[in-house]
């Protein structure tokens, strides 16, 4: 992969010869790969993030689970600008609070999605 070659900017602009090319290349990997599920970019210069977790009322977080057998779901229709994303996470019925907030990890940035059980 491109971006695990070039371990800074700096070095995929010396070899390409112009930094337009790195901001192009940044602007592609961040439309082919919209979410981070563990917060690690395919381009090794840009910064690791928290990637994607829920957080309970506690402050507790939970990332995904990572087994080969759990739900996991990732269709990005490029045209229609919707993203499906599923995944399957640590929190159980006995660490779930009645507020939760889901942040997916989108493009970089996080995405806060904040649910509330109903009565």
């Known amino acids: 992969m491109i971006g695990k070659k070039y371990k800074t900017r700096e070095s ?3 070899f390409y010869g112009n930094d337009k090319y790195a901001d192009m290349f940044s602007n592609y990997q961040n439309n082919r790969y919209p979410v981070r599920l563990l917060g690690e970019y395919p381009i090794m210069w840009e910064n690791k ?3 994607c977790y829920i957080l309970n009322s506690k402050g507790e977080k939970f990332y995904s ?3 080969s057998d759990r739900y996991q779901c990732y269709n990005f229709e490029k045209d ?3 993203y499906n994303f599923g995944e399957t996470f640590e929190m159980n019925k006995y ?3 009645d507020k939760i907030t889901m942040v997916i990890d989108f ?3 996080p995405v806060h999605i904040e649910l509330e ?3």
């Open 95 to 97: 660490t779930a609070t």
């Open 49 to 51: 993030t928290d990637g």
């Open 107 to 109: 493009k970089g940035r």
């Open 117 to 119: 059980k109903c009565e």
């Open 65 to 67: 689970t990572l087994q």
């Open 80 to 82: 229609s600008k919707q």
């Open 12 to 14: 995929f602009i010396s």
